[in-house]
């Protein structure tokens, strides 16, 4: 059950509007890493969660604080749009600064699809999607999608807090930036706990049978660049993070085993192949009189 209450986590309220400024915000709401994606994301993963308890929970939870999160990004763009010009032209000349932003920085769909307001679209127009979801069922992974998801969205909320002067819109930037220092810190936590659990460890996923993989290069940096200075890195000797072996640095990659033939579909997809294009016809007429598949 979802209960909405009218209040906002943080002020949203810019000092002026800046239509051009609100298709820049429009990122870290509707972009890949914006707020919609890490709402839905931890949504999705408490959906998918096999276990009660803290971490479901703890999905639970922050996933509603993002879904306020895009809330206040919402209505801090319908506000920084609300005294956006129509864009009207005269003679295609654009002798008000105003109209050209509109014209050159705005996103014009602020205006024409949303009559002033926000859209689930990233700073550049293209609608947000179900794919920049992670949500595997598997949490150290889940989890550690979320890190990166939280670092990313920090990121970019910085940058945005550069190309503003407006201290309402940094005001909430400069909120946001700090849940996302609890969030980074969080899942990382979690990643943590989840091993000392033993609910889950590294590799993931941890309880895929080690006899079913190749070990002889579980643990191998395999140099596929002419740099040389990979090797001095500690993924390179010394032990490996899950604890189970410990890393070989190999200068060139060993030598490769033969390419297989081109392949030969069926001839009713008709691909061009080496054989004459009359035994494709003939192969695809009977194949369809046998009713082959």
């Not at 949203?12 to 298709?23: E, G, H, L, N, S």
């Not at 129509?86 to 705005?106: E, F, H, K, R």
């Not at 890190?147 to 909120?175: C, I, P």
């Amino acid at each position: 059950m979802y209960f909405h209450r009218q209040e906002l986590q943080h002020k949203a309220k810019p000092d002026k509007p800046d239509a051009v400024y609100a298709r820049k915000l429009q990122e870290v709401l509707g972009g890949q890493y914006g707020e919609i994606s890490v709402a839905l994301q931890y949504g999705f993963q408490a959906w998918n969660a096999h276990i009660p308890g803290k971490y479901r929970d703890l999905l639970y939870g922050i996933g509603a604080e993002e879904m306020g999160h895009v809330e206040m990004l919402a209505t801090m763009i319908a506000q920084l749009l609300e005294k956006a010009p129509l864009g009207i032209t005269d003679d295609a000349v654009q002798n008000d600064p105003t109209v050209a932003a509109v014209i050159g920085g705005m996103d014009v769909q602020h205006a024409i699809v949303a009559g002033a307001g926000a859209r689930a679209v990233d700073s550049n127009g293209n609608p947000w999607q179900g794919s920049y979801i992670t949500a595997s069922g598997n949490m150290l992974a889940d989890f550690t999608a979320n890190v990166n998801a939280e670092m990313q969205g920090r990121v970019q909320a910085a940058r945005l807090y550069h190309m503003t002067d407006d201290k309402g819109v940094r005001d909430l930037l400069g909120f946001l930036i700090a849940r996302d220092t609890m969030h980074q810190n969080q899942w990382m936590a979690a990643c943590v706990e989840l091993q000392a659990d033993g609910l889950e460890q590294l590799p993931v996923p941890s309880n895929f049978p080690k006899s079913k993989e190749a070990d002889d290069v579980a643990y191998q940096y395999i140099n596929f660049s002419n740099g040389e200075h990979a090797s001095e890195g500690s993924w390179a000797s010394g032990p490996t993070p899950d604890g189970h072996g410990e890393f070989e640095y190999v200068a060139e990659p060993p030598a490769g085993v033969p390419a297989p033939p081109p392949t030969h579909p069926d001839a009713r997809f008709y691909g061009t192949t080496e054989l004459p294009n009359t035994m494709e016809k003939i192969a695809g007429t009977v194949q369809d009189k046998l009713r082959k598949e």
